[in-house]
């Protein structure tokens, strides 16, 4: 199955003190032994690299890159699929929306991908399978 990450479930399962950090390892446990592909987007990872150096330092972008980015496969973004996320965005019209979010509803559509670990409604407002189902 093919799974998406949103920064939303990385960040709880990176830190300790989220609000959703024991559901969200919980998931990532369960993802980790199943024969899943897990996905994000470079859009993603420019957030959670930029979030994780802000917020706990240099380390923790070091640790992300070694230890967990090598289970992701990273999609990077066309310049089609940017295009069709700024449209989308624009359309949307909603100040809580942002352009990564947009990229990455363009991101699994196009890939096909069945569901997202993610604690961030827009998933489910696009229509998405999310999990962990709250």
């Not at 969200?24 to 897990?38: F, G, I, T």
């Amino acid at each position: 199955m093919k799974t998406f990450i949103d920064t939303s479930a990385m960040l709880a399962v990176l830190n300790a003190k989220d609000y959703h950090y024991k559901s969200a390892l919980l998931v990532w446990n369960k993802l980790l032994r199943k024969p899943e592909q897990l996905y994000m987007n470079n859009y993603i990872l420019v957030e959670l690299f930029s979030l994780l150096q802000n917020h706990f330092g240099i380390e923790a972008v070091r640790i992300f890159q070694n230890d967990v980015l090598p289970v992701i496969e990273i999609i990077w973004v066309t310049e089609i699929l940017h295009q069709q996320a700024v449209s989308a965005l624009m359309a949307a019209n909603r100040k809580n929306l942002s352009l990564v979010d947009c990229v990455s509803f363009e991101t699994i559509r196009w890939l096909g991908i069945s569901q997202v670990f993610a604690f961030d409604d827009h998933f489910k407002e696009q229509g998405f399978k999310v999990i962990p189902d709250s």
